[in-house]
T-cell receptor
């Protein structure tokens, strides 16, 4: 099956620093990737849809300048949490679809971000 | 707002028993999907059922879909301790392209 690789698995950073999370589709091309955020014992909340070669589409309430998404190639999307604060601490997960929108998603293993 | 709502929120059973989780959604869908998440990990796709299907099987999994009631159920038969995880239903909402997930059911299977 399709594999999505996400790095790093976990990161601890100081308040005010920026953190970059990478999401790669290893054996398929993903024109669209999705970024989700998950708080402990809660569901996944869609943050943004990342489109290769164009600007990401952010969900209502998600700050574009805070969560920078770049999808420069068909196999790589990055999420940068800028000027991170403790409230940004969360589990971030990326995903991609092999067959197109609305179909089965393949997920990365997630990144646990802890901001001190 | 989230598209799907699962119940129960938590379910504890013994190995060998069946586990049933339900999901309700709000708008018309093309398909409904179920995913599994082990603690602190990414999600794994379990099964997809299309709006013109009523029931689908995959191994020990059985999914039903009732579009008139906007609901779906996931049945895991002969559960095992390894089935312990959180289970989410997900659908695409409105004209969007992204899956929106329900709140999930946390299943604990004890041996």
């Amino acid at each position: 099956g399709a594999v999505v690789s996400q790095h790093p698995s976990w990161v601890i950073c100081k308040s005010g620093t920026s953190v970059k999370i990478e999401c790669r589709s290893l054996d398929f091309q993903a024109t669209t990737m999705f970024w989700y955020r998950q708080f402990p014992k809660q569901s996944l909340m869609l943050m943004a849809t990342s489109n290769e070669g164009s600007k990401a589409t952010y969900e209502q309430g998600v700050e574009k300048d805070k969560f920078l998404i770049n999808h420069a190639s068909l196999t790589l999307s990055t999420l940068t949490v800028t000027s991170a604060h403790p409230e940004d601490s969360s589990f971030y997960i990326c995903s991609a679809s092999l067959l197109g929108s609305g179909e089965k998603l393949f997920f990365g293993s997630g990144t646990q971000l802890s901001v001190l | 707002s989230q598209q799907g709502e699962e119940d129960p929120q938590a379910l504890s059973i013994q190995e060998g028993e069946n586990a049933t989780m339900n999901c309700s959604y709000k708008t018309s869908i093309n398909n409904l999907q179920w995913y599994r998440q082990n603690s602190g990990r990414g999600l794994v796709h379990l099964i997809l059922i299309r709006s013109n299907e009523r029931e689908k099987h995959s191994g020990r999994l059985r999914v039903t879909l009732d579009t008139s009631k906007k609901s779906s159920s996931l049945l895991i038969t002969a559960s095992r301790a390894a089935d312990t995880a959180s289970y989410f239903c997900a659908t695409v909402y409105q004209a969007g392209t992204a899956l929106i997930f329900g709140k999930g059911t946390t299943l604990s299977v004890s041996s």
